[in-house]
């Protein structure tokens, strides 16, 4: 019998192809749970499920609908060293934005893809300054490693509650892909 896969395997499948099937990402967009369905994922009867597309300086936390209290301490106790630390916990330019689902209501994230370039990227592609725009790449590649850490904060909530396939599989694919979470 062929080993069945968790749904943060099947997630990550799904975003993968998003990035390479606009039809396939507007579909999931449109009506998540029959492409979910279809992928294997298994669904929360009665939970309407919802797709977030983040841009790429956009980080999200989603927060289980109960019992979120963990998250919200682990993510803050995270805040709180980075800050005692002298640093800062997202690159400029980056968004922090926290949703929580509620008990009907899962959100999906669907990462930007990495082939995708923002805007300082393009500036090196094209030749344009490349000590300015050198500098928000490195500011980038430290969200992304800021990113792999909030994954355990993601991953705790999965821990504390099942809290559906937004918590669980969104944390596993933005390991996968090196995208930020947050």
């Known amino acids: 019998m062929p080993e069945q896969k ?5 997630y990550g499948e799904i975003i993968s192809k998003c990035w390479e099937d606009e039809a396939y990402k507007k579909r ?20 309407t499920y919802k797709v977030i597309e983040a841009p790429k300086l956009i980080q999200y936390v989603v927060l289980p609908a109960e019992d979120s209290t963990k998250v919200v301490q682990a993510l803050t106790k995270r805040i709180l060293n980075k800050a005692d630390q002298g640093g800062t916990f997202l690159p400029e330019g980056a968004e922090l934005r926290v949703i929580q689902d509620t008990e009907d209501i899962r959100h999906i994230i ?3 893809s990495p ?19 050198a500098t928000n790449v490195v ?10 850490e909030a994954v355990e904060v993601a991953s ?9 396939v937004a918590a669980v599989a969104g944390a596993a694919a933005f390991v996968a892909v090196g995208v930020f979470l947050i």
Do not use: H, M
């Open 110 to 112: 669907l990462p930007a």
């Open 156 to 164: 705790t909530a999965v821990n504390v509650v099942e809290a559906g």
């Open 28 to 47: 999931f967009k449109e009506d998540p749970e029959s492409v979910l369905t279809e992928a294997g994922v298994k669904i929360e009867e009665g939970v």
């Open 139 to 148: 500011a980038q590649a430290e969200a992304v490693a800021q990113a792999v």
């Open 115 to 133: 082939k995708t370039l923002t805007k300082a990227e393009l500036g090196i592609v094209a030749g344009g300054d490349y000590t300015a725009t």
């Open 6 to 10: 968790n749904n943060a395997v099947l």
